[in-house]
C-alpha cells in the first residue's frame, strides 16, 4: 500500500515479477499517477531509451521541462514526479533511442483516458473519481449467473452503431438506460461489447487498439464507462467486453517501434506482422510485454467489473503460419508450426484470470479444431471458460441458405455439430463478422420469399437456442434488419414497425423466456447427458427431433424442427415418458408472424412404441419451424 501522496515506485519486486511474466498489476506501478497535493508521477518502460521526457499541456510540450529518470537495475523503467502536471491535461512520453537517434512522442501504454480521437495524446486522469458502484447484489451473486449450468444468451453490440441520437453517437450513461431497458425487456442475459478499448480508427471497430487501459473517449469518460457497467449490472445484465491481445496497430502513438526498437513486436516481420490486418503481433516470448497484457485483463475485470473477457482471434496467436504462405514463417524450436510462446502467454492468462476473478470467465474465438481450449492447463488445456464454435456456425449458416429442396441432400449439415458439441464449451456464435463484408444480413441469407425467410430465421433461432451451448446473436439479428451491418449509423430500428420484423422480435423474446425458465435448455450444456437424439436421419422430410434434459432432476424437453415449407402432419415422435407434453414455443405461431400450424398447445402421449421408446407423440410440424414441448408428466 502506497503512503498517502507517494508516488508509485517500481520495485525490485515488480520487476522480477515483470521479468518472470506474471506481474498482474503493472497499471499500479507505471503510466501516470495524479497525487491529491499537486502534481503526478510517470513511469514508463523502454529500456532501449537514450533519453525520456513526458511533454504535455502544462509545460508547452517541451523536452526540457520535465525529463524522466531510469530506475536502478535493469528494469528498463523511466519514472519521475512533475510538479505541474494536473488531471485532464494531455501528455505523451518523447523517447529517444540508443539507436539511430530516433525519437517519438508515444501515448502512455498504461494510460487511464486518451483524447478524443482523431487526437492520439493520453490524459491525466484519477481513475474512479466521482463514481461509487453500486452493483453489489450483482457482484455477490454472478458466480452463479456466470457459471457454466446457468443460462447465457448474450447480445453482442457495437456501441457507435447500436442507435443514435440526430446522427452523433449516445453517450455512456445514455447508453446503459437505453441499451439496459432493451436488453432487460428481450430477456438476454449478457451483453458483448466489440472493443471499447482506446482505437484511433473508428472503422476498425476497435479491434485495433492502442489504449489498453482506457475505454473509447468516443462515448465519454472513464467513470461513465463504470457507470454504464454498474447501471447493467443493477438491471441484471452481464458485460462482457471483447479483448485484443493478438495484435495492434502500427500508428505512430501507438505501440510499435516504442523505444526505437521492436518492443512489444517481434523485429522480424515473419513473426511480427499480421498480413491479413496490417498491423504488429505482440511478442509473447517476452516476459514484459505477457505482464502487460495480462495486466490489461485483470484491469478490466477489476477495475470496470468486467464479467468476461471474449479474447479475439486466438486462432491468429497459436499458429505461427496463420494467414502465411511458405518461407513467410518461422518454425518453433521443435519444427512446427504452433505458437508455443503465446500457448505458454494464453495459460498464463487465463491462470491469472480464474486466480483474481473466480467468478468472471475467458472465452476464445478460436476457429480451428485446437484440442482442449476450454479445458482446465492441468490437463494441457488453455483454460479458457468457454470457446466460440464456429464449425457449427459455419455448417449452419450453410444449411440455412439452401433451398430447402435441396436439403434433404446436406441433412447432416445440421447433425454433425453434435458428434462434437461436447469436446469443449461452446458458445454458439451468430456474430458480426457473419453481417459484414459482402455477407449479408442474417435475414438476407434466408432463401424463399419473405415470408419464408422470416419462417427460415425464426427456426433457426430456436433451434440455436435449444442446441447445446451458451447463445450469441449480434445486435439487428433480433428483429431481422435487412440492411447488412455498417458502423457509419445506427441499426434499422424502423423495421419493428413492420409486421415480419415485429413477430420475430416477439420470437426472440419469447425465446429468452423460455430458455431461462426451462433448466433443460441450459443446466446441461457440456455433457452428453444432457441431450439425446430421436430422429436424426430423416432426411427426406427433413426433420430434426431430439430431447434436451436438465442437470439436476427435471422434466426434459422435446425439440422438433421441420426445415421444409411443407407441414408435417401425423408425425409419430417416441418420448421417454407418458402423460402431457406441453407446447412452450412454436416458431409458427401467429404472434410470432407464422401461419398458426401447431399441437393445440399441448398433446398427450400414448404408449405406442415409436423410434426404441414405449410412449410416442403425434405431432403437427409446422412448416419452416422448431417446437419446444416440455414434459409434465403423468397426471
Not at 485483470?298 to 494467414?323: C, E, N, P, Q, T
Amino acid at each position: 500500500m502506497l503512503a498517502v501522496n507517494a508516488c508509485p515506485v517500481f520495485t525490485d519486486t515488480d520487476a522480477s515479477l515483470c521479468r518472470e511474466g506474471t506481474h498482474a498489476r503493472l497499471f499500479d506501478a507505471l503510466g501516470c499517477h495524479p497525487l491529491d497535493e499537486g502534481g503526478a508521477c510517470f513511469a514508463v518502460w523502454a529500456p532501449n531509451a537514450a533519453s525520456v521526457s513526458v511533454v504535455g499541456d502544462w509545460n508547452w510540450w517541451s523536452e526540457e521541462a520535465d525529463p524522466l529518470s531510469l530506475v536502478s537495475g535493469d528494469s528498463g523503467v523511466w519514472s519521475g514526479r512533475v510538479p505541474d502536471a494536473r488531471p485532464g491535461q494531455a501528455y505523451k512520453f518523447r523517447i529517444r533511442s540508443h539507436y539511430h537517434g530516433h525519437v517519438e512522442d508515444k501515448a502512455d501504454p498504461f494510460a487511464f483516458s486518451s483524447e478524443l480521437a482523431p487526437a492520439t495524446a493520453s490524459r491525466i486522469h484519477r481513475l474512479g473519481d466521482g463514481h461509487r458502484w453500486s452493483d453489489g447484489e450483482w457482484m455477490a451473486t454472478r458466480k452463479a449467473r456466470n457459471g457454466l449450468h446457468a443460462p447465457m444468451s448474450i447480445y453482442e453490440v457495437h456501441l457507435g452503431s447500436w442507435r443514435r441520437r440526430d446522427g452523433q453517437f449516445l453517450g455512456y450513461r445514455d447508453l446503459a438506460h437505453a441499451l439496459a431497458d432493451y436488453v432487460s425487456d428481450m430477456g438476454f442475459t449478457h451483453v458483448e461489447l466489440m472493443p471499447v478499448t482506446e482505437h484511433p480508427f473508428y472503422g476498425s471497430w476497435g479491434y485495433q487498439t492502442t489504449g489498453y487501459f482506457a475505454p473509447t473517449a468516443r462515448y465519454g469518460t472513464p467513470e461513465d464507462f463504470m457507470y454504464f457497467v454498474d447501471h447493467l449490472h443493477r438491471c441484471g445484465i452481464g458485460v462482457v467486453l471483447d479483448w485484443v491481445p493478438s495484435h495492434f496497430p502500427t500508428d505512430a502513438h501507438g505501440l510499435a517501434f516504442f523505444d526505437g526498437t521492436h518492443l512489444f513486436e517481434h523485429a522480424d516481420p515473419r513473426q511480427g506482422f499480421h498480413p491479413e490486418w496490417n498491423s504488429a503481433i505482440f511478442n509473447y516470448g517476452r516476459p514484459e510485454v505477457r505482464s502487460f497484457l495480462v495486466s490489461s485483463a485483470l484491469f478490466w475485470l477489476g477495475k470496470y467489473h468486467i464479467d468476461g473477457l471474449r479474447v479475439d482471434a486466438v486462432a491468429s496467436m497459436l499458429y505461427l503460419d496463420y494467414a502465411r504462405g511458405p518461407g513467410g514463417w518461422i518454425p518453433n524450436r521443435h519444427g512446427g508450426r504452433e505458437n508455443l510462446e503465446a500457448i505458454e502467454f494464453l495459460q498464463t492468462l487465463n491462470r491469472a484470470v480464474y486466480r483474481d476473478h473466480p467468478d468472471a470467465f475467458t472465452v476464445a474465438e478460436e476457429s480451428t479444431a485446437w484440442p482442449r481450449v476450454s479445458r482446465p492447463i492441468e490437463m494441457d488445456g488453455l483454460g479458457f471458460g468457454l470457446k466460440w464454435n464456429m464449425g457449427w456456425m459455419h455448417d449452419t449458416l450453410g444449411y440455412m441458405r439452401l433451398e430447402p429442396v435441396h436439403r434433404r441432400h446436406h441433412h447432416h449439415a445440421l447433425t454433425f455439430s453434435l458428434v462434437y458439441a461436447f469436446h469443449e464449451n461452446f458458445v454458439l456464435p451468430l456474430s458480426h463478422d457473419e453481417v459484414v463484408h459482402g455477407k449479408g444480413s442474417l435475414i438476407g441469407k434466408m432463401p424463399g420469399d419473405e415470408w419464408q425467410q422470416f419462417a427460415n430465421l425464426r427456426a433457426l433461432l430456436a433451434l440455436m437456442w435449444a442446441h447445446p451451448g451458451k447463445k450469441l446473436l449480434f445486435m439487428g439479428g433480433e428483429f431481422g434488419q435487412r440492411r447488412e451491418w455498417t458502423h457509419d449509423g445506427e441499426l434499422e430500428w424502423w423495421v419493428c414497425e413492420l409486421p415480419g420484423h415485429a413477430g420475430l422480435q416477439r420470437m426472440v423474446r419469447q425465446l429468452n423466456r423460455v430458455y431461462r425458465e426451462q433448466p433443460a435448455l441450459h443446466t446441461a450444456d457440456f455433457t452428453p447427458a444432457g441431450f439425446e437424439w430421436i430422429e436424426a436421419d430423416d432426411a427426406e422430410r427433413s426433420v430434426f427431433v431430439f430431447l434436451r434434459k436438465p442437470a439436476q432432476d427435471g422434466p426434459p424437453v422435446l425439440v422438433a424442427v421441420n426445415m421444409t415449407p411443407v407441414p408435417r402432419t401425423n408425425c409419430m415422435v417416441g418420448v421417454p415418458s407418458g402423460g402431457t407434453w406441453r407446447e412452450v414455443l412454436n416458431t409458427d405461431a401467429l404472434e410470432f408472424g407464422g401461419a398458426g400450424w401447431g399441437n393445440f398447445g399441448a398433446v398427450e402421449a400414448a404408449p405406442v412404441r415409436s423410434h426404441g421408446r414405449r410412449h410416442s407423440l403425434c405431432l403437427t410440424l409446422p412448416p419452416l419451424s422448431t417446437v419446444i414441448l416440455q414434459s409434465e408428466g403423468q397426471r
